[in-house]
T-cell receptor, first 113, second 115 residues
Framework: EAEVAQSPRYKITEKSQAVAFWCDPISGHATLYWYRQILGQGPELLVQFQDESVVDDSQLPKDRFSAERLKGVDSTLKIQPAELGDSAMYLC???????????FGQGTRLTVV | AQTVTQSQPEMSVQEAETVTLSCTYDTSESDYYLFWYKQPPSRQMILVIRQEAYKQQNATENRFSVNFQKAAKSFSLKISDSQLGDAAMYFCAYRSAGYGNKLVFGAGTILRVKS
């Protein structure tokens, strides 16, 4: 069964360091989402891609976060420099365009110390 | 902007009983989709049930059903014959049918199932 792949599963980094997360969506899914989920809360959309184009990055802290999906397939989310408040689960999801549900990866648990 | 509100931070249900989780949303769009997702502890998010706004009939998936009230912008989830495996965080989500298909989540409801 096709799945959304994310790596790494866990990441511990020191404050002010750079960190990157990778996501490989389900083949054929044009839409890719990056969410941040603080423990006990709902996912908050950081950035949404349609193929290689950014559709929505209004909630992305652009002074420290960046995201790319160069060939419209896999995607990388980067934080530089990391802050203590960035500790959270980072979820990637993908979907077909339209009425279809989004499929989620297992997430990357980031801890900033 | 679309918003999703889940007013029940936590719910409990006895095994084999029925429980209803509430969700309201705010939108100016007429065409959209609504979802309930389940997130078990330390496991990935999975879809429970989906409802298209243009359909009047409420969606049903085995023990899971929804009560979709479009005028009231309400979308509740009913779980019948609750099982221990139903214990999880449940998220209500709204997806726009317009450009971008933005997917917005509520804050979630923790469901505890007692044996």
């Amino acid at each position: 069964e096709a799945e959304v792949a994310q790596s790494p599963r866990y990441k511990i980094t020191e404050k002010s360091q750079a960190v990157a997360f990778w996501c490989d969506p389900i083949s054929g899914h044009a839409t890719l989402y990056w969410y941040r989920q603080i423990l006990g809360q709902g996912p908050e959309l950081l950035v949404q891609f349609q193929d290689e184009s950014v559709v929505d990055d209004s909630q992305l802290p652009k002074d420290r976060f960046s995201a790319e999906r160069l060939k419209g397939v896999d995607s990388t989310l980067k934080i530089q420099p990391a802050e203590l408040g960035d500790s959270a689960m980072y979820l990637c999801a993908s979907s077909l365009v339209g009425a279809y549900e989004a499929f989620f990866g297992q997430g990357t648990r980031l801890t900033v110390v | 902007a679309q918003t999703v509100t889940q007013s029940q931070p936590e719910m409990s249900v006895q095994e084999a009983e029925t429980v209803t989780l509430s969700c309201t949303y705010d939108t100016s769009e007429s065409d959209y989709y609504l979802f309930w997702y389940k997130q078990p502890p330390s496991r990935q998010m999975i879809l429970v049930i989906r409802q298209e706004a243009y359909k009047q009939q409420n969606a049903t998936e085995n023990r899971f059903s929804v009560n979709f009230q479009k005028a009231a912008k309400s979308f509740s989830l009913k779980i019948s014959d609750s099982q221990l495996g139903d214990a999880a965080m449940y998220f209500c989500a709204y997806r726009s049918a317009g450009y971008g298909n933005k997917l917005v989540f509520g804050a979630g409801t923790i469901l505890r199932v007692k044996s």
